[in-house]
């Protein structure tokens, strides 16, 4: 189990738990956090679970898979700590993570 | 106004379950129009995963969501259905009790007995950026979708975004542009390689500007565009002077005009009920992702049975009176007529 927490955009936080192999959408989907859409499922495929990973936690999560990077051409105010949240697999080294959700999805 | 299309049922979505919904219609001899917002059928799996595999199709172990839409064309093809690509249905509105009358944002009327509502997760539409104070400009300098080419003729363009929209009308729009910038967040497209090596041809011979960056801010007024103010990849930001902007960011879905039509909703779902799936409405039918009853399971199999069960009671809208007797295709020789197998 890992703790997960979504900051939202008016600084409102919500921490989640997630089991190893879950995505980090599919956690936030599960516990309805809001503004992460992920309007295909979790197949990369609408970039509407965009997620801004915090500088500390940015190394462990790991770089963008090639898949994913282009479907960030699809999402808004792309920045260097930009990830699908579908693309993120929960493991017990990511307890304690925590993403910013953008202002809006699109 | 276009002359007035008359039918049995209009289906309102070209995805799966309404792809299969003109079958089950078809072997009860309805006939069907099928309108959708996209260039093609397929909805959902067209737009979002033609090329990703699908694993709980009965009895297709694996099948991609283009194939399954090749599939479903092949399998209705008997019934000769008449598709309405690129057109959204604005309008549903009761006739008494002879039908519904609607018309699409393209300008097509159709009167038809019954209506089906197989739009998935709504309709498909651009994603609009956010970008503060964008709305003022929409129509008039910002556009999500190029409708006539001449409107853009003379004008200074910029065009946002790196998949195949954004290089199509790069390519198309700069002969008749006074100038084209191409913005794009990295120097990476997801697009043809044969687009992408014609605009860095017409990049490098000074025809075109590719600049790379991501749109912050627009500068102008009355709706009128000056120019957008653009976040470079170093960190600095400039401004691209332009009057006409066209952001490619591909496209969502939003419930759209259906919210509008009278049907009692519950978020954002269409309630039914599990022996017809009619919606609040008579005649009104919601099959698919979009309807919702206790204990529904967003599955493109649940849809195909929902499809199956609406057709009985279309049916007997259609034939008051008359009693439908149950067949089987593997055994009934007028349902195998109507397919063209016997």
């Known amino acids: 189990m890992a703790k997960i927490t979504f900051i939202q955009h008016s600084g409102a936080e919500q921490t989640v738990e997630g089991l190893p192999g879950m995505s980090v959408m599919e956690a936030a989907v599960k516990n309805m956090v809001p503004g992460i859409d992920a309007d295909c499922g979790g197949a990369c495929a609408c970039a509407t679970c965009h997620v801004y990973v915090e500088p500390d936690w940015v190394e462990k999560v790991g770089a963008r898979n090639a898949m994913e990077e282009d479907m960030l051409d699809f999402a808004f105010d792309v920045r260097d700590n930009s990830r699908l949240s579908c693309q993120i697999k929960i493991s017990d080294a990511l307890d304690g993570l925590r993403v910013k959700v953008p202002e809006k999805q699109f | 106004m276009s002359d007035v299309i008359t039918t049995d049922a209009v289906i309102i979505g070209a995805g799966p379950c309404g792809l299969f919904a003109v079958f089950e219609l078809g072997l009860l001899d309805i006939r069907c129009h099928v309108v959708d917002i996209l260039d093609r059928p397929g909805g ?164 075109i500007h590719f600049r790379l960056g991501q749109v912050t801010g627009l500068k102008g007024g009355d709706g009128i565009l000056e120019a957008a103010t653009v976040k470079g990849n170093d960190g600095q930001s400039f401004d691209i002077a332009c009057n006409a902007m066209l952001p490619f960011f591909g496209l969502t879905m939003k419930l759209g005009p259906v919210a509008e039509w009278g049907l009692n909703l519950h978020e954002n779902l269409i309630p039914v009920d599990t022996e017809k799936f009619e919606t609040s409405v008579e005649g009104i039918f919601a099959i698919g992702d979009i309807n919702t009853y206790p204990g529904k399971l967003k599955l493109i199999l649940s849809g195909f049975h929902e499809a199956a069960l609406m057709a009985q009671k279309v049916f007997k809208l259609k034939n008051p009176g008359e009693r439908l007797m149950f067949q089987y295709t593997t055994s009934s020789s007028s349902l195998q007529k109507k397919l063209g197998v016997s």
């Open chain 2, 44 to 207: 959902q799996c067209a737009e979002l995963y033609p090329e990703k595999p699908i694993y709980d199709i009965p009895a297709l172990p694996v099948v991609t969501g283009a194939e399954l839409t090749s599939r479903l064309m092949e399998q209705i093809k008997p019934f000769n259905p008449t598709f309405h690509f690129n057109h959204m249905v604005t309008g549903v509105r009761k006739l008494g009790d002879k039908g519904f009358e609607l018309e699409t944002d393209g300008g097509l009327v159709f009167r038809s007995r019954v209506v089906v509502i197989a739009a998935g997760g709504g309709s498909f539409q651009p994603k609009k950026p956010p970008i503060p104070g964008i709305e003022a400009y929409e129509g008039a300098s910002v556009f999500y979708s190029v409708k006539k080419m001449e409107a853009l003729r003379g004008k200074d363009v910029l065009i946002v975004g790196g998949g195949d929209s954004a290089l199509d009308w790069t390519l198309n729009l700069q002969p008749i542009a006074r100038s084209l910038t191409l913005l794009h967040r990295r120097d990476d497209f997801r697009a043809a390689p044969d687009s992408v090596r014609k605009m860095r041809e017409l990049s490098e011979a000074g025809k």
